[in-house]
């Protein structure tokens, strides 16, 4: 859970945008919550698998610092078209 944290800051952080808001922290509260209250006994399991879902989301959202280190790296999506080293009849 805390590597989702660290990982949405970053998001946020590189983008230029506000690490935290209101919004953000009551969800990461309930999150925080929802998970403590599963860290135990029999639903350990469960509670481990919403972390790692909650790191997904984080990951693949669109606030994720993935998604700012490919914006930074360049658009390589759309390669220039081919060009021929020896043009036909040249």
């Not at 309930?30 to 990951?59: E, M, N, P, S, Y």
């Amino acid at each position: 859970m805390l590597l989702a944290f660290v990982a949405a800051a970053l998001g946020h952080w590189a983008r230029n945008k506000p690490v935290a808001n209101g919004k953000q922290v009551v969800q990461a509260a309930f999150a925080l919550v929802v998970i403590a209250a599963l860290d135990g006994g029999r639903t350990q399991d469960i509670a481990k698998g919403f972390a790692w879902l909650f790191l997904a989301a984080v990951l693949l959202g669109n606030n994720s610092p993935l998604q700012a280190i490919a914006k930074a790296g360049g658009n390589t999506s759309n390669p220039p078209p081919h060009q021929e080293l020896h043009p036909k009849g040249a």
